[in-house]
């Protein structure tokens, strides 16, 4: 069975923040609290800097600019109606693991919040590591039902994992 995250550092600042454990631990966490298994899923997390996720915003997003954190989800998972929780994938069998998707970190934007916000760079990263592993299984913050069933998960992914809310 392949590992739950395949880790891909671009810029090696992200080796110092220890990227690989962080996002082994925040996939876990998540899984976890969602009442799925660890097994039977994989996911990718590149950690990059901000010129490569700008090229990735103006490639996907048409936004020629630096954001924190993207996801490429491998398939729609939205729920059916505002609010509610979006379907769970089931997990592979054997040897095929289901790939629920890729997410990019940019260690620039994310260390420059990280800054603003008054928060711990490890904080704020495994933050937006549970936050896009969450957009790969549906959830979603358009809306405001759905922002506050994805922001209320959050909270409590991250105080599992030590982290203080962040949005408070």
Known sequence: MEPLVDT??????????????????????????????????TMCIMGCDDARIAELNAAFREKGMPTNVLSWPSQERGAEFVGEMPALPDPGMGDEAVSLGDIALAYETCGREAAEQEKSVEDHVTHLIVHGILHLLGFDHVEDEDAELMEATEVRILAKLGVADPYM
Do not use: T
């Open 8 to 41: 891909v550092i671009e810029d090696p600042r992200w080796q110092a923040l220890g990227l690989a454990a962080r996002g082994d631990a925040a996939a876990v966490a998540v899984l976890a609290e969602l009442g799925m298994a660890p097994v039977g899923f």
